[in-house]
């Protein structure tokens, strides 16, 4: 109806990554942060155009981020990585074998099935910037 178009109208549909680092980050008191973090930017992420501040969000939880080189889509896709194990050890075994090649405090990245599809490829376990961000601003 031409009602619900107007309601919708008004609407401002936010990724919850963007609208913390936007919205909520400049109003937080970080009061710890792990020593390094290795992120997996996600495939919507960079669609979104929202990789810089799922970044920020990262950068406020620790004291060195890591992107690697080869962080790519980790073709997990949903359930794809389930049914078809070998396409994301396929498409992560670059980004799998830089994040191997040292110790890192936390892994992290913004959308479970990937976080999932990491942890399966590098064996470390992966969740998400957001839930390191509370852990950071916990009194």
Not at 34 to 61: D, I, N
Not at 85 to 113: G, I, K, Q
Request: hydrophobic letters at 40%; aromatic letters at 2%; proline letters at 4%.
């Amino acid at each position: 109806t031409d009602e619900n178009r107007a309601l919708h109208a008004e609407l401002t549909v936010l990724d919850s990554v963007v609208w913390a680092a936007d919205e909520l980050l400049p109003h937080l008191e970080i009061r710890r942060t792990v020593g390094s973090a290795v992120l997996h930017p996600t495939c919507s992420m960079e669609h979104l155009g929202g990789t810089a501040r799922l970044l920020a969000v990262a950068e406020a939880c620790a004291t060195e981020v890591v992107v690697p080189d080869d962080a790519g889509c980790c073709a997990f896709a949903g359930d794809r990585g389930m049914l078809h194990p070998e396409l994301t050890a396929s498409a992560t075994e670059r980004e799998a074998a830089e994040v191997t090649s040292r110790a890192f405090d936390a892994h992290l990245s913004a959308n479970r099935m990937c976080e999932v599809g990491m942890d399966r490829a590098t064996g470390r376990s992966y969740h998400s910037a957001l839930l390191e961000l509370e852990r950071a601003t916990r009194p």
